[in-house]
């Protein structure tokens, strides 16, 4: 009876260990996370391109789109013009420079520069225009007769063309137009003195009073070519 408990007792230890065995066996294979490698695996048959064994995998980024920005407009200040002058015959006045000693804006540059940047990533285009206020000196006194011509040539490495634009107060022109697929990235312009190509001309105004006079110019970015610029 003795060596029959004994030998029923080694068996059921035997019993435990293998159950033990197997636990094991499934914890390991019930704790594989989503994505470890399972299954066989590929073979390498030599030592070639053609024989080793070959998986496929996968890389990624993600650009992730920026915006469409009007960075810079210029200040312009053209020179001087005597009361003789504008009183017999008119005169157009060419872009000194962008000075404007006593003037204040965050928007200004006196370097002559026009800048719009699309990071988009859309190649959507876009419109930049100017609009052009009344040339007043003190509050009532308006100069009527104006007109102001923009030139201003692209920086290297831009693809898009800014326009000679021609504006009248009270009204907007078109000084860039980047159509589908152009003018991504940064795009500078500037206007010179040296070309004299960026002209005021004041008509012939035989009631011209003496003074100082400035105008306002608005420039309007929109976010298609197609945007009527805004008055």
Known sequence: MKNTIKTLSLSAAALMTLMVGVGNVQAATTNLKTGDVVGDG??????????????????????TPGDLTLDAVPDMNFGTASVKDIATNGITLTYASGDLTGEASNDRNNKGIIRVSDFRGSGTGWKLSVGLGNFTSGSTNILSGVTLTVNAPKAEGVTTDAASTTVTPGNASSVVTAEASEGMGENTYTISSDTKDTTLTIDKNPTIKAGTYQADLTWTLANTPSTTAAK
Do not use: L, P
């Open 42 to 63: 590929r073979v390498a048959t030599g030592d070639t391109e053609t024989t080793t064994g070959k998986a496929n995998s996968t890389a990624k980024f993600e650009v």
